[in-house]
């Protein structure tokens, strides 16, 4: 079955140190890729999409990601983490056969340490 | 520019009444997708809507669901005869053109509570 999988529910890192949240994915072709935030009580904000070309994404908020096909993951990066930060984070995919639904994994948990 | 509006944003119920939940979307965007985020959970599409249309509604419960998006004003989707399992975040999207891949934008999503 096509899934999206965040292996990690919550992740607790503390300022400044750098984080890798996991995305990996399961189609049969590659979909269109997006890591969304979403802090407590809000809607979701887009950091970034991964459609084809380079497959190191720079997105807003110093966050990138990088596809790797062989692999089925798109990872997101941060050098170094904010306390503003803290938040949940989501992988999305939309196939580009399937309109433009997107299928969310269950999302990460980011906790920052002082 | 203002971005995606969802009214209410939270939104009490007892079991057995109805409940509409509002969606303006972005300035010149005419898609309008739904999700629902079901507590300590990732969102789940729900339906997906152009002007006048429903083009995939594979995401919506087949019963006491619906959703339209008419020619002028808001998309509604509507929840009739809630029950406790409804209660959720209901998030809504809009995207300019509805093109595979092309980024949605997404509301403040209206939290229901069924009592």
């Known amino acids: 079955a096509q899934s999206v999988t965040q292996p990690d529910i919550h992740i607790t890192v503390s300022e400044g140190a750098s984080l890798e949240l996991r995305c990996n994915y399961s189609?049969?072709?590659?979909?269109?890729l997006f890591w969304y935030v979403q802090s407590p009580g809000q809607g979701l904000q887009l950091l970034l999409k991964y459609f084809s070309g380079d497959t190191l994404v720079q997105g807003i908020k110093g966050f990138e990601a990088e596809f790797k096909r062989s692999q089925s993951s798109f990872n997101l990066r941060k050098p170094s983490v904010h306390w503003s930060d803290a938040a949940e984070y989501f992988c999305a995919v939309a196939l580009n056969n399937a309109g433009n639904m997107l299928t969310f994994g269950g999302g990460t948990r980011l906790m920052v340490k002082p | 520019n203002a971005g995606v509006m969802q009214n209410p944003r939270h939104l009490v119920r007892r079991r057995g009444q109805e409940a509409r939940l509002r969606c303006s979307p972005m300035?010149?965007?005419?898609?309008v997708y739904w999700y629902r985020q079901l507590p300590e959970e990732g969102l789940k599409f729900m339906v997906y809507l152009q002007k006048e249309n429903i083009i995939d509604e594979s995401g919506m419960p087949k019963e006491r669901f619906s959703a339209e998006f008419p020619k002028e004003g808001p998309s509604i989707l509507r929840i009739q005869q809630v029950v406790r399992g409804d209660s959720a975040a209901y998030f809504c999207a809009s995207s300019p053109s509805g093109t595979a891949g092309e980024a949605q934008y997404f509301g403040p999503g209206t939290r229901l509570l069924v009592l």
């Open positions: 189609y049969g072709a590659t979909p269109y």
């Open positions: 300035k010149g965007h005419s898609h």
